[in-house]
């Protein structure tokens, strides 16, 4: 009798596993995710905001290049879109960089809307 048992207590799991899921996922918020924006100054070299692109955000050149540009005509782009510990962790790289390179880039974030 105890197999039995024990084969009938498998679906009754799953089925309750399954309703479980169902109800907490409407509900799960997603966490408010931030942009890290770059803005152009007329002091920072634009191969160093090329190089900051690459090496702080994973872009290729062209990307970099074309971010670059973005900043240079714009005063300011979006380099890029994350949670709040990873775009506060970007800002302070890349600040810290520039500085230890004496360049006076400003790397900054904001919440998206």
Known sequence: MHPDVHMMAGPQDDDSDTVVITDVKPKTKRPPLYKVLLLNDDYTPMEFVVHVLER???LNHAQAFEIMLTVHKKGLAVVGVFSHEIA?????????????HQH??????EKEE
Do not use: I, N, S
């Open 88 to 100: 506060e962790t970007k800002v302070a790289q890349v600040m810290d960089y520039a500085r230890r």
């Open 104 to 109: 006076p880039l400003q790397c900054t974030m």
């Open 56 to 58: 702080f955000f994973g």
